[in-house]
């Protein structure tokens, strides 16, 4: 295994593209690349989902991911997030 970070954004990354969910890397990820670096233990992604995208999503992300279907279809009608956590690496991601 690589780093783990990469690695669970790219797994994260792979789903969305294959739901065709479109989606931006924000936060510290975003900011160390375009801007000023800052380390962090998780990643920022914003998406654009339906609920139903949002419970195809958290499927598509099991069994290697935490990410309830509950929580992330109740973030996606509430324009809201919801974390995931790779049972892999342990790293977070918030949607």
């Known amino acids: 295994m690589g780093d783990p970070l990469l690695d669970t954004l790219t797994a994260v ?3 969305l593209e294959h739901t065709n969910c ?8 975003a ?4 801007g000023e670096p ?6 920022d992604i914003i998406l654009l989902a339906s609920e139903q995208d949002a419970s195809a999503i958290a ?12 929580r992330l279809t ?5 324009c809201a997030f919801a974390n995931i956590i ?7 991601i918030d949607l």
């Not at 900011?31 to 375009?34: E, G, I, M, R, Y």
């Not at 800052?38 to 990643?43: D, P």
């Open 13 to 15: 990354t792979d789903c």
């Open 22 to 29: 479109p989606y931006a890397i924000t936060g510290s990820l």
């Open 31 to 34: 900011s160390s690349v375009h």
């Open 38 to 43: 800052h380390a962090s233990l998780n990643a």
């Open 59 to 70: 499927r598509a992300l099991a069994p290697r991911f935490y990410a309830p279907v509950p």
């Open 74 to 78: 109740q973030a996606a009608r509430a």
């Open 86 to 92: 790779d049972n892999d690496t342990s790293m977070k």
